[in-house]
């Protein structure tokens, strides 16, 4: 099973609202990932999390909050946030946390629109 | 710094037809891997293969192969008799050793016309 589910799939929220995006994966991975993507371009990664705990940081701006609460569970908690942030969400996971050489599996997204 | 060059942004075939998609990549790292993505427009970035520095071999599998060449630093992508179903954004990405960060290019819109 290479799936990684993410929920929810499409989310509307206003720049005043606190809302989280989950993802989750049974393979036992030890490396999850949130990833941004603008339309027509290339993911740009957020926040890595290696055997539960922050590893990298892409100096992405407090409004966004990630949480790892156990080895297969990642969140992503939001609070006002602005349109500039609606985006492709995508989260993902890999088996090697730091060795570079695992491939990463990605969920579908959550397709955030900020009003 | 690393870096990936997928030249072509869009390409249109016509079913059955051949495409290659080129990626030409640059690192000053000696071990690296190379990766393929295809994203439909569903959204999910689906992996297609990894390929690591030190083996040069060619792979195929069905109707995709890739062609790597350190010599010109490329990692190129054919999907022969293509179909409706390819039409996606294919994404080429390198990651060293000891850095779990992926570098994207840019990203083909390959676009299978019946």
């Known amino acids: 099973d290479t799936e990684v589910t993410q929920t929810p799939k499409h989310l509307v929220m206003g720049m005043t609202n606190k809302k989280s995006l989950k993802c989750e994966q049974h393979m036992g991975h030890r490396a999850m990932y949130w990833y941004k993507q603008k339309a027509k371009k290339p993911p740009e990664l957020m926040f890595v999390y290696s055997y539960e705990k922050l590893s990298i940081n892409e100096s992405v701006p407090s409004r966004f909050s990630p949480e790892c609460p156990n080895s297969s569970l990642l969140n992503l908690h939001l609070h006002a946030l602005q349109p500039e942030d609606s985006a492709l969400y995508l989260c993902?996971?890999?088996?090697?946390?730091?060795?570079?050489?695992?491939?990463?599996?990605f969920g579908q997204g959550t397709r955030l629109t900020v009003v | 710094a690393q870096k990936v060059t997928q030249a072509q942004t869009e390409i249109s075939v016509v079913e059955k037809e051949d495409v290659t998609l080129d990626c030409v990549y640059e690192t000053r790292d000696t071990t690296y891997y190379l990766f393929w993505y295809k994203q439909p427009p569903s959204g999910e970035l689906v992996f297609l293969i990894r390929r690591n520095s030190f083996d040069e071999q060619n792979e195929i599998s069905g109707r995709y192969s890739w062609n790597f060449q350190k010599s010109t630093s490329s990692f190129n992508f054919t999907i022969t008799a293509s179909q409706v179903v390819d039409s996606a954004v294919y994404f080429c990405a390198l990651s060293s050793y000891g850095n779990n960060r992926l570098a994207f290019g840019k990203g083909n819109q390959v676009v299978v016309i019946p």
């Open positions: 993902a996971s890999s088996q090697d946390s730091a060795g570079g050489n695992t491939e990463a599996f």
